[in-house]
T-cell receptor
């Protein structure tokens, strides 16, 4: 079993839709949860960063972490064609367990159709 | 502010050769990380350098090595190239003690023939 599971999609939605992207994980030591966006043939871009459980909002993006269920989500409101990309979740441990290593999901490919 | 830069953008080598990839971090960042993104395998952690020292390495053979220079730039060397080393190699950087917020460069696409 992989440490981080993410549905690869592809996910296709019409412009203006609310998009929900999700990851599950098995390692309860994870404390930091990130979402990256990667356009084709580019490097990943850090979108959101959350510590422990809770919600975080930034413009059209909302990240949620439920540590009790080992489940994280990224919501995109009023989706735009420019949001079409691969979305990667990433996680790492905290405290004395810092290793510099981010554990990534496989990525979900999103297409927003005009 | 300039982001993480990597060179070259593309590299073509043959089996058995050596490849050298370079990375310049964001100004003020002292930690540099290397990841491999191979088709179907996702991003895999390779190496972490901080203050010139290797702090951690992922599950890769010793022919993957690197170093960090006094100006915090970094080099990844891959010796005895194999076909399966073909991948996008990504460099990321972060502030000290902020390993959770890693900012990535555009990557070097390595093709081994």
């Amino acid at each position: 079993q992989k440490e981080v599971e993410q549905d690869p999609g592809p996910l296709s939605v019409p412009e203006g839709a609310i998009v929900s992207l999700n990851c599950t994980y098995s390692n309860s030591a994870f404390q930091y949860f990130m979402w990256y966006r990667q356009y084709s043939r580019k490097g990943p871009e850090l979108l959101m960063y959350t510590y422990s459980s809770g919600n975080k909002e930034d413009g059209r993006f909302t990240a949620q972490v439920d540590k009790s269920s080992k489940y994280i989500s990224l919501f995109i409101r009023d989706s735009q064609p420019s949001d079409s990309a691969t979305y990667l979740c990433a996680m790492s441990g905290g405290g004395s367990g810092n290793t510099g290593k981010l554990i990534f999901g496989q990525g979900t490919t999103l297409q927003v159709k005009p | 502010e300039a982001g993480v830069t990597q060179s070259p953008t593309h590299l073509i080598k043959t089996r058995g050769q050596q490849a050298t990839l370079r990375c310049s971090p964001i100004s003020g960042h002292t930690s540099v990380y290397w990841y491999q993104q191979a088709l179907g395998l996702g991003l895999q952690f390779l190496l972490w350098y901080d203050e010139g020292e290797e702090r951690n390495r992922g599950n890769f053979p010793p022919r993957f090595s690197g170093r960090q220079f006094p100006n915090y730039s970094s080099e990844l060397n891959v010796n005895a190239l194999e076909l399966e080393d073909s991948a996008l190699y990504l460099c990321a950087s972060s502030f000290p003690n902020s390993q959770e917020t890693q900012y990535f460069g555009p990557g070097t696409r390595l093709l081994v023939l």
